[in-house]
């Protein structure tokens, strides 16, 4: 496995590489989360590169990018384990030139949810996706379905500006249903014990669907009824949206989004399930 720094260094290590190339970027504090899109991107095709870069862009709150967690030499080994080729790991020079001056944003999938919640979030997202995409022109890249809207807003990015292929990967979770995340790491022992509360009213929400409920505000009260039974749980939205266009919805008639985000002290959680 190769690492490399400078955008010239990794020119030359994917001249390198054979095609089809898969590409995984990520944050780093890698976890078997990120080990799962890379050991996908491994059978699919034939190079596996791994980005891993804390985007400042995409933090709309300072302390957050200030305690994201760290941690390069534990990064590098996860990305050998799971097969990776190349790890490109570019300092914020080496994605933003002096003189960068480009947006790229994603219009009506980034108004609700995480947008509403995260201004400029979602922008910071597309942003370095696109520039990640440009420089290194994979023929897939792989993203989880955890960070279901931000999901769906890059593979309507790829798709519009004919970028790549996106696929989009299972959530790998705690035997306990807590979904992996390297902001889990933040949570103190009693929030950490109460988390799994977010799987569960998922999943009852889920239930109340495949016991014949269709009203979505149902849906949405029983999740809530749920995570109402943990104190530490703060919620900050519940959502019960159309799966392509996360219209919110009155009436579940076809493939929904269910999803939430949820604090524990200062860390925020996210998560979602596919009903319908
Ligand atoms: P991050 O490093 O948090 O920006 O995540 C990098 C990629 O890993 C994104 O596509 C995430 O959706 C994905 N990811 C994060 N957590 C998980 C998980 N528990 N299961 C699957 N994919 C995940």
Same mark, same amino acid.
């Not at 990520?26 to 976890?31: A, D, F, Q, V």
């Not at 941690?71 to 003189?99: F, I, K, N, Q, T």
């Not at 999901?151 to 798709?159: E, K, Q, Y």
């Given at each position: 496995?190769?690492?490399?720094?400078?955008?010239? *260094?990794?020119?030359?290590?994917?001249?390198?590489?054979?095609?089809?190339?898969?590409?995984?970027?990520?944050?780093?504090?890698?976890?078997?989360?990120?080990?799962?899109?890379?050991?996908?991107?491994?059978? /699919?095709?034939?190079?596996?590169?791994?980005?891993?870069?804390?985007?400042?862009? *995409?933090? =709309?709150?300072?302390?957050?990018?200030?305690?994201?967690?760290?941690?390069?030499?534990?990064?590098?080994?996860?990305?050998?384990? +799971?097969?990776?080729?190349?790890?490109?790991?570019?300092?914020? /020079?080496?994605?933003?030139?002096?003189?960068?001056? $480009?947006?790229?944003?994603?219009?009506?999938? !980034?108004?609700?949810?995480?947008?509403?919640?995260?201004?400029?979030?979602?922008?910071?997202?597309? $942003?370095?996706?696109?520039?990640?995409?440009?420089?290194?022109?994979?023929?897939? +890249?792989?993203?989880?379905?955890? @960070?279901?809207? *931000?999901?769906?807003?890059? @593979?309507?990015?790829?798709?519009?500006?004919?970028? $790549?292929?996106?696929?989009?990967?299972? !959530?790998?979770?705690?035997? @306990?249903?807590?979904?992996?995340?390297?902001?889990?790491?933040?949570?103190?022992? /009693?929030?950490?014990?109460?988390?799994?509360?977010?799987?569960?009213?998922?999943? +009852?929400?889920?239930?109340?669907?495949?016991?014949?409920?269709?009203?979505?505000?149902?849906?949405?009260?029983?999740?809530? =009824?749920?995570?109402?039974?943990?104190?530490?749980?703060?919620? /900050?939205?519940?959502?019960?949206? =159309? @799966?392509?266009?996360?219209?919110?919805?009155?009436?579940?008639?076809?493939?929904?989004?269910?999803?939430?985000?949820?604090?524990?002290? !200062?860390?925020?959680?996210?998560?979602?399930?596919?009903?319908?």
């Amino acid at each position: 496995m190769e690492v490399v720094r400078s955008r010239d *260094q990794l020119r030359s290590a994917l001249g390198a590489l054979p095609r089809p190339l898969g590409l995984v970027p990520t944050m780093g504090w890698l976890h078997a989360g990120h080990g799962a899109l890379i050991a996908r991107a491994r059978i /699919e095709c034939r190079a596996v590169a791994v980005s891993i870069f804390v985007n400042p862009r *995409q933090f =709309d709150d300072p302390a957050d990018l200030e305690r994201y967690p760290r941690g390069e030499a534990r990064d590098l080994s996860l990305c050998a384990e +799971a097969g990776a080729d190349l790890v490109w790991v570019p300092a914020v /020079e080496d994605v933003y030139p002096p003189g960068f001056d $480009t947006a790229v944003t994603v219009e009506r999938l !980034t108004l609700p949810l995480e947008g509403a919640a995260r201004p400029g979030h979602f922008a910071g997202v597309t $942003t370095v996706v696109a520039i990640l995409f440009g420089v290194v022109r994979p023929d897939r +890249a792989y993203f989880g379905e955890k @960070d279901g809207q *931000q999901l769906r807003v890059i @593979d309507r990015m790829a798709r519009d500006l004919h970028l $790549t292929e996106v696929i989009g990967c299972p !959530t790998v979770r705690e035997p @306990d249903g807590l979904a992996l995340s390297s902001r889990n790491v933040h949570l103190d022992a /009693e929030d950490r014990a109460a988390a799994p509360v977010i799987r569960r009213a998922l999943l +009852a929400g889920r239930d109340a669907w495949a016991d014949g409920e269709r009203a979505a505000e149902a849906i949405r009260d029983r999740v809530g =009824d749920v995570l109402a039974t943990e104190p530490r749980a703060v919620v /900050e939205y519940i959502s019960c949206a =159309d @799966d392509t266009t996360l219209d919110e919805l009155e009436r579940i008639e076809g493939p929904a989004l269910l999803s939430l985000a949820v604090r524990f002290g !200062t860390t925020r959680l996210v998560d979602n399930i596919r009903i319908g």
